[in-house]
T-cell receptor, first 113, second 117 residues
């Protein structure tokens, strides 16, 4: 039973355009969401997060949107750069459950110059 | 600040053999995690330690997997005996505490890529 799903295994975007990565979840107990970025042969690195009390969090070129009623979140990257090419994982947590993260399957983003 | 260290980076073994992975977390991080990432999937938590105690090991296949964190710092994950389906990347992560908030997230090591033949 996949509680966090990323339905698009890959996404290709032109440099300078917007990249939109999507994530859906089923567990209504999740109240904290994170995005991780992973380059080949490296571990995932934290990118941005959002608490369930917010619907938007922005950090430079990266913005995460949360729609609790739809159990959906998205990561927007504007403008996309070739260095953003990586696998992006969505993760979710129940804040009082010991920092345990449930990850989605990942989306491979390719930004073409 | 040094990151999470893992060794070895790569390991190839035959099925039914044993293997062990080592992790050194970021200094001062009380919480340590082991994840299994099968090709094409997201990381799956195997076990979580707080200092040298186990917080959660509900997804650890205990008939063949074991993990320890004896002095509350370094940790080892062992598989004995290995099966073909254990081929994966084993990621170690650490965090300052049990609470998830802005910067108190998990920091991952580079992983150990295991191939079982």
């Amino acid at each position: 039973d996949q509680q966090v799903k990323q339905n698009s295994p890959s996404l290709s975007v032109q440099e300078g355009r917007i990249s939109i990565l999507n994530c859906d979840y089923t567990n209504s107990m999740f109240d904290y969401f994170l995005w991780y970025k992973k380059y080949p042969a490296e571990g995932p690195t934290f990118l941005i997060s959002i608490s369930s009390i917010k619907d938007k969090n922005e950090d430079g070129r990266f913005t995460v949107f949360l729609n609790k009623s739809a159990k959906h979140l998205s990561l927007h990257i504007v403008p996309s750069q070739p260095g953003d090419s990586a696998v992006y994982f969505c993760a979710a947590s129940v804040n009082n459950a010991g920092n345990m993260l449930t990850f989605g399957g990942g989306t491979r983003l390719m930004v073409k110059p | 600040e040094a990151g999470v260290a893992q060794s070895p980076r790569y390991k190839i073994i035959e099925k039914r053999q044993s293997v062990a992975f080592w992790c050194n977390p970021i200094s001062g991080h009380a919480t340590l995690y082991w994840y299994q990432q099968i090709l094409g999937q997201g990381p799956k938590l195997l076990i979580q330690f707080q200092n040298n105690g186990v917080v959660d090991d509900s997804q650890l296949p205990k008939d063949r997997f074991s993990a320890e964190r004896l002095k509350g710092v370094d940790s080892t994950l062992k598989i004995q005996p290995a099966k073909l389906e254990d081929s994966a990347v084993y990621l170690c992560a650490s965090s300052p505490s049990l609470r998830v908030r802005d910067q108190e997230t998990q920091y991952f090591g580079p992983g150990t890529r295991l191939l079982v033949l």
